[in-house]
């Protein structure tokens, strides 16, 4: 992890979303606790630059407690699937004054409205923020009307990348690369580059606790095999959130995945808090 300074300490500290504040308290203990140390080793060896008037024993007793206060913080971030360096990565969010010209996502699972469609925001990705529709944007839609799990020719693509872009446009967008790695590791059908897309397995997995559950059951991008045998067969999600796999040619609900350009575009005027926590 690397130490973010202190101005994007007192941002995070600063923040209205629950993720945002956890990760300034982790990272204003670290940050106090490694100055600490490192003035305990400098006093051991005699470089310490000036004379405390702390005996050596009180330094050492406040370090301890301060690790030990560390160690909770990172067990709780791995109960609630935080990554505290990860979250160094997402924009500061804007002062309440600005919120309403400038209301740009700023945690994952926060809720952001655009173009009269509200999404939610996942995370950092491929240099853009990674969002998805909250609601599917079709209800009923086969993965691929021919019944093939190969996202690079099905027709949910096509329809994603050609109707519906053309409903939204794609000037705030950037293109994602998404990895069509199946579920069981076959590589067959390399990588597929669009403007609209669905979330891999592996993404779904990274982001779930952000991903609120469907009243249908939705598709994934990831084919669950690429072997002739299982080839019309993808991964969704069912309306509690598990995972499973499901024919392509069936018609099932599409939540669709989007990056935005965050140098070029302002999220709605409305920001929809998800608060994780207290």
């Not at 699937?81 to 994952?108: G, K, R, S, V, Y």
């Amino acid at each position: 992890m690397r130490t973010p300074t202190i101005e994007r300490i007192t941002e995070l500290l600063k923040g209205r979303s629950y993720t945002e504040r956890a990760a300034g308290e982790y990272w204003l203990v670290k940050t106090k606790y490694e100055r600490l140390h490192r003035m305990i080793i400098k006093r051991e060896a005699g470089t310490l630059d000036f004379e405390p008037d702390c005996p050596m024993e009180q330094w050492k007793a406040q370090a301890a407690a301060m690790g030990g206060y560390l160690y909770q913080l990172e067990i709780k971030a791995e109960y609630e699937d935080m990554d505290f360096d990860d979250l160094l990565t997402i924009p500061p969010c804007p002062a309440e004054d600005d919120a309403a010209e400038q209301a740009i996502p700023c945690a994952p699972g926060e809720r952001f409205t655009w173009k009269g469609r509200t999404y939610v925001a996942l995370g950092m990705e491929q240099g853009g923020m990674l969002a998805i529709t909250e609601k599917p944007v079709f209800e009923e839609e086969p993965f691929d009307e021919d019944g093939s799990n190969d996202w690079r020719k099905s027709s949910l693509r096509h329809k994603l990348n050609g109707m519906f872009l053309d409903e939204i446009g794609k000037e705030s967008l950037l293109p994602f690369t998404s990895d069509l790695t199946s579920d069981d590791g076959l590589k067959d059908y390399g990588t597929a580059e669009d403007y609209v897309f669905l979330l891999s397995a592996d993404l779904y997995r990274k982001y779930r606790p952000y991903i609120p559950n469907q009243e249908t059951w939705w598709w994934l991008i990831t084919p669950w095999s690429t072997h002739p045998a299982y080839a019309y067969y993808v991964r969704g999600s069912l309306t509690d959130g598990s995972l499973h796999y499901i024919y392509a040619s069936r018609a099932h609900g599409v939540v669709a995945g989007l990056l935005f350009n965050p140098e070029s575009i302002q999220l709605g005027k409305e920001v929809l808090r998800q608060q994780h926590g207290a």
